[in-house]
C-alpha cells in the first residue's frame, strides 16, 4: 500500500501564494519498495471533474501543467531517495478554488493509482 500524506491547504485572498506538500510512503501489496514513475497534483471543484493540474516525472524530472495554471504554479520534488513533491501557487485566483490531491502513478501501473486525503484550498475574491 502505497500512503500519501498531503499538506498546506488553506484560505486566502486572490493574488496570494500556498505551498502544497505530499510525501509518499509504503511498500507494495507484495512487499516490496514501489518505483515511481510520476507524482502529481490533480484537483476537484464541486461540480466538476477531478482534473490534472501539474506533475512530474521521477526519472529525468519533466514536468506538466495545465493551460490555466502555467505561470502560476510551479511542481517540485525533493531529492531522492525522498518521495515529496511541492506545489508552489502564486497568484491564486477564485477559480483555483477545489481540493487539491496528490497522486502516484508507480513505474508498471495504468495510471495514477494511489491517491492521497486531499487538503482544501480556497481562494476568496
Known amino acids: 500500500q502505497v500512503q500519501l500524506v498531503e499538506s498546506g491547504g488553506g484560505l486566502v485572498q486572490a493574488g496570494d501564494s500556498l505551498r502544497l506538500s505530499c510525501t509518499a510512503s509504503?511498500?507494495?501489496?507484495?512487499?516490496?519498495?514501489?518505483?515511481?514513475?510520476?507524482m502529481g497534483w490533480f484537483r476537484q471543484a464541486p461540480g466538476k471533474e477531478r482534473e490534472l493540474v501539474s506533475s512530474?516525472?521521477?526519472?529525468?524530472?519533466?514536468?506538466?501543467y495545465a493551460d490555466s495554471v502555467k505561470g502560476r504554479f510551479t511542481i517540485s520534488r525533493e531529492r531522492p531517495p525522498k518521495s515529496t513533491i511541492f506545489l508552489q501557487m502564486n497568484s491564486l485566483k477564485p477559480e483555483d478554488t477545489a481540493v487539491y490531491y496528490c497522486?502516484?502513478?508507480?513505474?508498471?501501473?495504468?495510471?495514477?493509482?494511489?491517491w492521497g486525503q486531499g487538503t482544501q484550498v480556497t481562494v476568496s475574491s
Open positions: 497522486a502516484v502513478h508507480r513505474v508498471g501501473a495504468s495510471g495514477y493509482d494511489s
Open positions: 509504503g511498500r507494495t501489496a507484495s512487499g516490496r519498495p514501489f518505483s515511481m514513475y510520476a
Open positions: 512530474i516525472r521521477w526519472s529525468g524530472g519533466s514536468t506538466y
